[in-house]
Structures are given as C-alpha cells and as structure tokens.
C-alpha cells in the first residue's frame, strides 16, 4: 500500500476533488496537484535528549551568524528576498 498520493486537479474524481476541498477549507485550482502523505509520527524528545537538541540548534544559529558577521544587515535581507523569490516562482 502507498503511503503517499499526488494527483492534478484535473485528474481528481469529483466526489474526491470535493472532499479534499471540505479538508483543505478552499477549492482546488485546475492548475494545481494534490500531495497527501500518511506517516506515523515520531515523538518529540523529551528531558536531556531535548536540551541537547536545543544546544545544537544553538550551535548551528551561532556558526551561521559567525559566517555572516561582516556582511551587511542589507545585503542579508537582499539575499533572504532573492532566494524566497525564487522558491515562490520555481517552476514544478
């Protein structure tokens, strides 16, 4: 059995396009697919296992922020913008 679904709009049975808009609260555009992913989910680390991930988190923002240090505040936010632009209009 799959555990994951991805369909075109326009191949969708009506009764099922019908029903993934009552799920998703809006309608499906003809230009758009569908993606559905069953998974189970694991659980969120608790105690120590928690702190040491939020550690290494930490890290990571304080090695990025460290590379970035003598780059200008504008040229931070130009390059942020750039690459969401190019996320936004990626085509599929």
Do not use: W
């Not at 499906?28 to 939020?54: L, M, T």
């Amino acid at each position: 059995m799959a555990d994951s679904f991805l369909q075109r709009a326009t191949d969708l049975a009506p009764q099922v396009k019908r029903a993934l808009e009552v799920l998703l609260g809006r309608s499906i555009q003809a230009d758009e697919c569908v993606s559905i992913r069953a998974y189970r989910p694991r659980a969120a680390p608790q105690g120590s296992e928690r702190e040491a991930a939020y550690r290494r988190l930490l890290d990571r923002a304080d090695r990025s922020a460290a590379r970035a240090k003598n780059v200008a505040d504008s040229e931070v936010d130009a390059a942020i913008d750039e690459a969401a632009e190019a996320v936004r209009h990626e085509p599929e």
